[in-house]
């Protein structure tokens, strides 16, 4: 934003990496449009400097060179145009440049990863990219985990490069609540496995005042202190690293607020028969697919006093109706608390839409994978070569 309110950016050709990976139907219907919402404030301010704009994205993992009809970003060009209320046409074939963007005008290129050399990074795509601009601005925060050639080599061959507001915001966002929160600094980590997500908690527990655990992971936690969980989903090769990682809130003085009870059924499904139990009364047959209203009260009160509340996943399958009351709850303690809260991940997001909650999270990420590996406290590529480059 500062190039383009200094003036830097008037008449210049500037290229945009935005993460446009939308969700689309079978029908290539785009079923949720947030990405492309958020990714129209450097395009118009890209615009408004009077500057020549070229935005890509990725659009799913497909073979480079073999493009598919679903690969096309065609859709996407179609909805950008509606929500700028201009015509953005799609360049295909656009690495050897021999397009033409005029200033004040943009236009969408073709999926990058279709481009030879875009997953590895190659020096001789990235050396092509660098010279379609003569400014690079990397707003994709959702794919600002990889270094690819549209997110990692064009920042180092492209005469300028900085980081859009998206990049910017989340990043802010994300200092705010890890770096320097307001505590208490409440972590909800929800999920299926606690292997997916073991170097997150054990990031976590050693920087949060109170971490909450969901979900399957909830469940190698009580097996981890010794309770009987029945059928329910549960690794317990990680029962070692979920004790690890309750030593390590004990040390600072919290303990993880396990379930005291539980919602079970003897099956994932719509017409499951729930039954509330205490967690020392789970059967062998049971499977736990929601915390009970005792739990989902101490969890709300652990909210209510948080400072900053950082979420990624849901308590419970709330997907369906009788096991949605924990992660609910939750999102209900959530939207009236005062704390500064983040949320990240595609089933946050998921619950976030579900019960109604967009306006009331103080900020929700664009990045799934992103939002995780900031999680787990590591440099992003993206920032990295920012930096480099700043
Ligand atoms: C995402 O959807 O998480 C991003 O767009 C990154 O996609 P990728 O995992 O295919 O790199």
Redesign the pocket.
């Known amino acids: 934003s500062d190039i383009c309110a200094s003036g830097q950016a008037a008449g210049k050709r500037v290229f945009i990496r935005a ?1 446009l ?1 939308v969700p689309q139907d079978d029908e290539g219907n785009i079923t949720e449009d947030t990405r492309i919402r958020a990714s129209l404030p450097a395009i118009q301010m890209a615009l408004g400097a009077g500057a020549a704009v070229m935005v890509t994205s ?1 659009l799913g ?1 497909p073979t480079e060179g073999e493009p598919r009809p679903e690969d096309s970003l065609a859709p996407v060009a179609k909805r950008l145009s509606k929500l700028l209320g201009r015509e953005v046409p799609l360049i295909t074939d656009w690495v050897e440049g021999g397009f033409e963007v005029k200033p004040g005008e943009v236009v969408l290129l073709e999926n990058c990863r279709l481009n030879k050399g875009e997953k590895k990074n190659s020096p001789e795509l990235a050396a092509k990219l660098g010279k379609l601009c003569d400014i690079f601005v990397h707003d994709a925060f ?2 600002a985990h ?1 270094a690819e050639a549209t997110t990692y080599g064009i920042a180092e061959t492209a005469p300028i490069a900085c980081a859009g507001p998206l990049l910017a915001a989340e990043m802010d966002a994300i200092s705010k609540a890890l770096e320097n929160p307001r505590r208490p600094l409440v972590a909800i980590v929800g999920g299926s496995k606690v292997s997916t997500k073991l170097s997150i908690l054990k990031t976590l527990a050693s920087r949060v005042d109170q971490l909450i655990v969901g979900g399957g992971i909830a469940n190698t936690f009580l097996l981890a202190a010794g309770k009987r969980i029945g059928d329910s989903l549960a690794e317990p090769e990680m029962v070692r690293e979920a004790q690890q990682v309750m030593d390590i809130m004990k040390e600072r003085g919290a303990e993880v607020p396990l379930p005291v009870d539980v919602v079970v059924a003897d099956e994932v499904s719509a017409l499951a028969r729930a039954n509330r139990v205490s967690v020392d009364e789970v059967g062998p047959h049971d499977r736990i697919l929601d915390v009970g209203p005792k739990t989902s009260a101490k969890l709300a009160e652990i909210i209510a006093h948080a400072g900053t509340i950082v979420w990624n996943g849901p308590v419970g399958v709330f997907e369906i109706p009788q096991f949605a009351g924990g992660t609910k709850m939750m999102a209900s303690a959530i939207a009236h608390s005062e704390a500064f809260s983040i949320a990240g991940g595609g089933d946050t997001l998921a619950a976030i839409a579900k019960f109604h909650i967009e306006d009331d999270v103080d900020y929700i990420s664009t ?4 939002f995780l590996e900031v999680l787990e406290g590591k440099t992003l590529p993206a920032f990295e070569v920012l930096a480099k480059r700043a």
């Open positions: 993460d990976n990725h993992r959702g794919t990889r990045g799934g994978g992103a």
